[in-house]
């Protein structure tokens, strides 16, 4: 009676720490795939810390209260001047889902997915890029692929586009400070610039962007308008439509595109041609 007893308990005592073995390992496979997916998105990020401009805390700290435009509230948009490439500002989006992707969302809530996606790296240039160069020209971010050709006309915003736009790199960005909202900032004026868009609210709805609107911006978001728009100053020498947070959802169409620069684990991109 005693034996047979024994070996219940045994078997007992074995199942549940065969039950205990297997929690430990999957949670250790789950851990090593998290792990894994933060190491390959935030190794890039890490690498930017060293390339924002040094004068990262005057510019975000200006007063650019005389170069706010003098147009009146009912004013839209004016149309942006003429970049390097005349057959850019011609060139309207087309409606397919290669171009507007329907993931732009920096922030998106999304269940977090393990990575699936092969993460797209910036090409090469011939020549090792000057940071320095980038920043003096103003550049808050230096990349080691810019492009020299760049070129985005001015854009006047109205009062109602400006307040729009502000709450969007809120809503998009608003966590990654004064370069997060440039980012995002820059990417709107690119669509003006190169897509022919006149007002933040078509921007919007035409590459899908999701990024909460009913937030008010701070000062950060505020200032990042102000930057890119009324001095006319980019984030990157270089031009960025796309961006989505891999460690939030998956999208192998950003991925396909022209990946440009990682910047607090949000991967920012430009379309392939113009």
């Known amino acids: 009676m005693k034996k047979f007893f024994d070996n219940k308990l045994n078997t007992v005592l074995t199942v549940i720490l065969g039950i205990l073995i297997l929690t430990l390992v ?9 792990t894994q997916t933060k190491h390959a998105v935030s190794t890039a990020d890490t690498a930017y810390k060293s390339r924002i401009n040094p004068s990262i805390v005057k510019i975000a700290t200006a ?5 706010e435009p003098t147009e009146t509230a009912t004013t839209k948009p004016t149309k942006p001047t003429q970049p390097a490439s005349t057959q850019a ?6 409606t397919t889902a290669t171009t507007k ?11 977090t997915q393990a990575a699936t996606v092969q993460f797209a790296t910036a090409i090469p240039v011939a020549e090792p890029a000057d940071y320095n160069e980038q920043w003096n020209a103003g550049y ?7 492009d020299k050709t760049y070129k985005c006309g001015q854009v006047t915003l109205s009062d109602h586009d400006r307040d729009l736009l502000e709450r969007l790199c809120m809503g998009e ?7 997060g909202a440039s980012l995002i900032a820059q990417s709107v004026k690119d669509a003006m610039c190169f897509d022919g868009f006149t007002s933040v609210d078509a921007i919007i709805r035409d590459y899908h962007y999701t990024g909460s609107t009913d937030i008010p911006a701070n000062d ?4 990042a308008v102000r930057y890119i728009f009324d001095e006319n100053h980019d ?7 796309y961006m989505y947070n891999p460690l939030l959802v998956a999208s192998e169409f950003h991925e396909s595109q022209n990946y440009i620069l990682t910047y607090e684990d949000v991967r920012f991109f430009d379309r392939w041609g113009y």
Do not use: E, Y
């Open 173 to 179: 960005f608003g966590s990654g400070g004064f370069v």
């Open 235 to 241: 984030a990157v020498q270089h031009r960025i439509l």
């Open 89 to 94: 500002t011609t060139v309207k989006p087309s």
């Open 26 to 34: 999957g949670h250790t496979v789950i851990s090593a795939l998290t």
């Open 140 to 146: 808050l971010v230096a990349i080691d692929n810019p």
């Open 220 to 223: 950060a978001c505020k200032q």
């Open 63 to 67: 007063d650019t209260a005389t170069s």
């Open 101 to 111: 992707p329907k993931a732009t969302k920096a922030s998106t809530a999304a269940t």
